[in-house]
């Protein structure tokens, strides 16, 4: 397998999106990767705040009239497993994509070299985590951050406390026309209340801050530093060149999103419109 860091790779610090726009972009970076060998690193952040349903999740689990009434959208990943809050605030995310053929065909071979940089990357900011030790039990399967604690992909803190370390930062992966993308939320300070509240469930916030523990309460950094240090170690770690989108793919992600992750047909029922389709 070549080097990494032989091939062109670009890193994107994205500038806060819509969460269909936020998913759309990642299957325009995986048709960059496979047709024009331009592979995407990234960081990103949801404007407004969004819940994104696993690719499996039953609707029914949304409490759909609190998400109206805070003002959060409401997408569907492509990924599996539970629902995740995404506050504008308390959460970073990332993005990795890069063809299939360059990485290892196991999946928990290639969560480890993908998850590489985010553990540097914490461990940059003084943060002592790592895969989890252990599992731990689901307390509400429909919320990601709630379910098992699983030590293939869930990143904890910290890392010495074993079973009783909390879950800082959860990873998903899925392909896309021969590409890998994998893309983490990293909890950087908590909101309970919406993580709790966006599920039609009746949930103590103590329920959520007493799995979950974030950048801010582990080492007290701001949120710039925080996401700076995520960007530096992608980068890094694929010596990635400073990009941004191209005017096409963003003119690509928005189509992509409005047929698709924005459309109800795709939150709720995971229907894709036609192109053209309304």
């Known amino acids: ?28 970076a995986a048709r960059t990767a496979l047709e024009d060998g331009l592979r995407t690193v990234r960081t990103y952040s949801w404007e407004p705040s969004t819940l994104s ?13 609190f998400c109206e009434r805070e003002g959060i959208d409401v997408t569907r990943r492509q990924t599996g497993g539970g ?19 360059e990485v290892p065909g196991d999946l928990m071979d ?5 998850c590489k940089p985010i553990l540097e990357a914490f ?19 429909p919320s990601c951050y709630l379910r098992d604690i699983n030590p293939a992909h869930d990143i904890v803190a910290p890392a010495g406390a074993g079973a009783d370390a909390r879950k800082i930062s959860g990873n998903a992966q899925y392909r896309q026309r021969d590409v890998v993308i994998q893309h983490g939320s990293i909890s950087y300070d908590l909101e309970p209340q919406a993580h709790v509240g966006v599920f039609d469930t009746d949930l103590a916030e103590s329920t959520f801050t007493d799995r979950v523990t974030s950048v801010r309460d582990e080492v007290g950094v701001d949120r710039e ?8 170690a992608l980068g890094d770690w694929c010596d990635a060149d400073e990009s941004t989108w191209r005017e096409g793919e963003l003119e690509a992600a928005r189509d992509l999103a409005a047929r698709k992750f ?3 047909e795709w939150v709720r029922d995971r229907e894709v419109l036609e192109v053209g389709g309304q």
């Open 225 to 232: 530093a925080a996401v700076d240090a995520i960007a530096g």
């Open 83 to 101: 629902g995740i809050y995404h506050d504008r605030y308390a959460d970073i995310s990332y993005t990795i994509v890069a063809p299939a053929d």
């Open 123 to 141: 461990d940059r900011l003084g943060v002592d985590a790592d895969f989890a030790a252990a599992e731990q039990d689901a307390i509400y399967h």
């Open 110 to 114: 290639c969560y480890e070299l993908f």
């Open 262 to 264: 924005g459309a109800d």
């Open 1 to 28: 397998m070549t080097d990494r860091t032989d091939r062109d790779w670009r890193l994107i610090r994205d500038e806060p999106r819509d969460g269909a726009t936020q998913m759309a972009l990642e299957e325009i």
């Open 53 to 65: 349903l696993g690719y499996r999740q039953d609707a029914d689990t949304v409490d759909w009239d």
